[in-house]
């Protein structure tokens, strides 16, 4: 019969491989065949254009553990940012604070319970943020 320590050996050697893989997947280092196996997820790039009318948009993005700082986009410029989210669970989330003369609002740009892209991008308007998909966009309101 099997011990209990064994088995929590065991368990916690395959989580400790299974995090390693999890580290491994947030750097560019990973190599093709991983990837191509399922074991880590897709890099994910986000990219965030102006399309405000004269007007230049500050955009700051961050998850829970990495502020990506402050951008400053002339109309029709665009700024991106890469990641790999969660291997475990779909909980990677990157939020972004969007402002502009007389104007201030957060979304969430990149939801892993919601979003299913690699290249996810998004266009901001005065009146939202619209996604942008090869036959059509699709638009959201601000959150606040």
């Known amino acids: 019969m099997v ?25 560019d280092e990973v190599a093709p065949s991983e990837v191509e196996k399922g074991l880590i997820p897709n890099k994910v790039n986000v990219a965030i254009s102006n399309f405000l009318l004269s007007k230049d948009l500050t955009v700051h993005c961050k998850d829970k553990h990495n502020d990506l700082g402050t951008h400053i986009l002339k109309y029709g410029e665009t700024y991106d940012f890469g990641f790999r989210p969660n291997i475990f669970w779909k909980v990677t ?25 690699d290249q996810c991008v998004w266009n901001i308007l005065e009146s939202g943020p619209c996604k942008v998909y090869p036959k059509h966009n699709q638009c959201y309101v601000w959150k606040n």
């Open 3 to 27: 011990s209990i320590s064994k088995i929590a050996l065991l368990l916690s050697l395959l989580l400790t491989i299974l995090f390693s893989l999890q580290l491994k997947g947030s750097e």
């Open 93 to 117: 989330l990157y939020f972004c604070r969007f402002t502009w003369v007389g104007a201030s609002h957060s979304f969430d740009v990149y939801k892993q319970d919601r979003d299913e892209c």
